[in-house]
């Protein structure tokens, strides 16, 4: 499938016409724009400002992944998750990020990282982008959590992780796709 991505910005782009603050918080910002739509009418948006985050599936040379379980607020639940976290600034390095979470919330440490792409968690209405990787040859070391943070971390098969993706056990949109990615890559 060929895409004309002129074409498209010249025919869908809604463009920001008006702004205000709806809500000013520590990790999100919520405006509210109106936007002309493409038939020339117009339109609200409500947006989700996100500094932007990491993730990574840090995997074994025996394709154990490291993962934590995680309560999470909103949600009220304990969930499996791989390690993350948002970024210290939107011009922080995302590989130096994403290196240091591994180190505080695991322990572990890794020289080979591959890129596994980014990917936007909820595009209508965030432009929250989460860098992706996955770290191998890894090394344990001592957890340095945050004050906040409370979290289990333990090792599953990356196959089982995939079963557990394919039934809905895992539901974390990051988790889901890393562990997806890099059970293809490895051709597991």
């Not at 999470?72 to 210290?88: H, N, W």
């Not at 322990?107 to 982008?129: K, Q």
């Amino acid at each position: 499938m060929k895409i004309d991505r002129e074409h498209e910005l010249q025919t869908l782009r809604e463009v920001q016409t008006s702004s205000k603050t709806v809500f000013d918080g520590v990790l999100l910002h919520v405006k509210q724009d109106t936007v002309n739509l493409p038939n020339s009418g117009s339109g609200i948006r409500e947006v989700i400002r996100h500094i932007g985050a990491v993730c990574v599936i840090p995997v074994t040379q025996d394709n154990q992944v490291i993962v934590e379980r995680q309560y999470r607020y909103p949600l009220d639940q304990v969930i499996t998750e791989i390690p993350a976290g948002k970024l210290d600034s939107r011009e922080e390095d995302r590989l130096s990020a994403i290196q240091r979470e591994l180190r505080e919330e695991t322990g572990y440490t890794a020289d080979e990282w591959i890129p596994l792409g980014d990917f936007y968690s909820a595009p209508a209405y965030s432009d929250e982008r989460i860098s992706m990787y996955m770290a191998r040859k890894l090394h344990a070391g001592d957890r340095h959590l945050d004050e906040d943070e409370f979290l289990d971390v333990m090792t599953v098969p990356l196959t089982e992780l995939v079963e557990q993706v394919m039934t809905g056990e895992i539901t974390d949109a990051k988790t889901q796709t890393a562990i997806l990615k890099a059970a293809r890559i490895l051709g597991l």
